[in-house]
């Protein structure tokens, strides 16, 4: 799966990112009503703006993509001074508010995720396979505390398993994410020229770290 989008961003075939904030994340970010400075997680981060309007917002970000072209990308989209580093087989890059760390996202650990309190997935889980999304939704609810709230957008289309984006649909999402989240739904767009679909969600951390 980590090839096969490497290969994607390499070639440019990219039609997944926007060229702006995410109208959802605009919408519903606020209704969250996540505190300032808390650090959002942003797994399967890409090139996204959604996580420079989360800087700008006052959150400092934490994205994580395996694609070190995608990383380059949104570096070079200002001309603020970059910082980097290693650490535990991530390689790091910082500029201003947002830190991106390139590599495998089910490799980074608690420990490493200390600071993190919110979180938001705008398409990471239509990025993965069936059974690799079991496995994110259990990774996310390792990684962020309990009370910890974040905003999931989902897609679905009648492709049936064709992807990625994959199909995502409502009843998938509440088995995927209510063993260790409390789910609140909160709109759908229109479909798009290709019957594709979004949903939107808000999600807060149940109970004890796993």
């Not at 060229?19 to 605009?26: N, S």
């Not at 420990?111 to 938001?120: L, N, S, T, V």
Request: hydrophobic content about 40%; overall charge neutral.
């Amino acid at each position: 799966m980590s090839d096969q989008w490497r290969k994607r961003w390499q070639e440019g075939r990219i039609g997944f990112h926007l060229q702006q904030a995410h109208p959802a994340l605009l919408r519903h970010w606020a209704s969250l009503g996540i505190a300032n400075r808390t650090k959002v997680l942003v797994p399967l981060c890409g090139k996204s703006l959604d996580m420079r309007w989360l800087a700008d917002e006052g959150h400092p970000v934490l994205g994580i993509e395996f694609a070190p072209e995608a990383v380059e990308q949104f570096l070079a989209q200002r001309s603020t001074a970059v910082s980097r580093y290693r650490q535990a087989g991530f390689t790091i890059s910082r500029q201003g508010n947002v830190e991106l760390w390139c590599g495998d996202f089910f490799h980074l650990h608690i420990q490493q995720a200390a600071e993190i309190g919110a979180f938001y997935d705008r398409a990471s889980l239509i990025a993965l396979p069936p059974a690799t999304r079991q496995r994110y939704a259990f990774h996310l609810a390792q990684l962020v505390p309990p009370g910890a709230k974040g905003l999931l957008i989902s897609l679905s289309h009648p492709d049936g398993s064709a992807g990625p984006p994959y199909s995502v649909p409502k009843s998938e999402i509440e088995n995927l994410f209510t063993p260790n989240f409390t789910l609140t739904f909160l709109d759908e767009g229109s479909p798009d020229e290709r019957g594709r679909t979004e949903s939107v969600w808000a999600l807060e951390r149940r109970g004890p770290r796993l």
